[in-house]
């Protein structure tokens, strides 16, 4: 009597009282960002998104700008390097917008779920709930880590201050450079849209 007496107060509490609540709503709207800051530098999912896209099209832009009007070659490969730039960058946003629409969503609609854990027969109702939760928290985590290693992954091949000129854009630098950011960027967009599927694995839900 005492275990039900305390379970039914606990839920109870969790699905009337806004104070308490806001506290798992942080967790699950904010509490993922010390994680991906401690991993990116102090980045978060937005600055990371936003510096892989400025990158990208400085590269492009720069490979265009240099090949005039004849020189076919560099002009496909400007034209590549914008396109997988936009693609992942539109994934991303697209995955980014999704994760939080549906974290809000599935808090808005939380005080329901957690009212169903007080009884056995509805209980698993309130863990799929939160198992939901946990699935999203996980997959922000994993977006924002990919989000950042894309970014990486262009300040390494295009160093800040040294981005293309007519003298560095030779077919060794092309073939050196621009074609395996082609390939890492195709295989991280690739990688954006299996997250979901990883963050399910890795909790289970």
Same mark, same amino acid.
């Given at each position: 009597?005492?275990?039900?007496?305390?379970?039914?107060?606990?839920?109870?509490?969790?699905?009337?009282?806004?104070?308490?609540?806001?506290?798992?709503?942080?967790?699950?709207?904010?509490?993922?960002?010390?994680?991906?800051?401690?991993?990116?530098?102090?980045?978060?999912?937005?600055?990371?998104?936003?510096?892989?896209?400025?990158?990208?099209?400085?590269?492009?832009? =720069?490979?265009?700008?240099? *090949?005039? $009007?004849?020189?076919? /070659?560099?002009? !496909?490969?400007?034209?590549?390097? #914008?396109? +997988? @730039?936009?693609?992942?960058?539109?994934?991303?946003?697209?995955?980014?917008?999704? =994760?939080?629409?549906?974290? *809000?969503? $599935?808090?808005?609609? /939380?005080?329901? !779920?957690?009212?169903?854990?007080? #009884?056995? +027969? @509805?209980?698993?109702?309130?863990?799929?709930?939160?198992?939901?939760?946990?699935?999203?928290?996980?997959?922000?985590?994993?977006?924002?880590?990919?989000?950042?290693?894309?970014?990486?992954?262009?300040?390494?091949? +295009?160093?800040?201050?040294?981005?293309?000129?007519?003298?560095?854009?030779?077919?060794?630098?092309?073939?050196?450079?621009?074609?395996?950011?082609?390939?890492?960027?195709?295989?991280?967009?690739?990688?954006?849209?299996?997250?979901?599927?990883?963050?399910?694995?890795?909790?289970?839900?």
């Amino acid at each position: 009597m005492i275990k039900n007496v305390f379970a039914i107060g606990l839920v109870l509490m969790a699905a009337t009282q806004w104070t308490w609540f806001s506290y798992l709503y942080d967790i699950f709207t904010n509490g993922h960002q010390p994680y991906i800051s401690a991993m990116t530098g102090g980045k978060n999912e937005i600055t990371a998104l936003d510096g892989f896209y400025n990158r990208g099209m400085d590269t492009a832009f =720069a490979i265009l700008g240099n *090949a005039g $009007m004849t020189d076919f /070659g560099q002009i !496909f490969m400007g034209i590549i390097v #914008f396109a +997988v @730039t936009a693609i992942q960058t539109a994934v991303s946003v697209y995955l980014l917008v999704t =994760a939080k629409m549906i974290t *809000a969503l $599935m808090l808005a609609i /939380g005080p329901v !779920f957690i009212a169903f854990g007080l #009884f056995p +027969v @509805t209980r698993g109702y309130m863990m799929n709930w939160f198992g939901v939760l946990l699935n999203l928290f996980t997959f922000r985590l994993l977006l924002g880590g990919c989000l950042y290693m894309s970014y990486e992954v262009y300040t390494k091949i +295009v160093p800040s201050g040294q981005l293309y000129t007519s003298g560095q854009l030779s077919p060794n630098t092309m073939q050196d450079k621009i074609l395996p950011l082609v390939m890492i960027l195709g295989i991280s967009t690739f990688l954006l849209k299996r997250l979901t599927d990883y963050s399910a694995s890795l909790t289970g839900n």
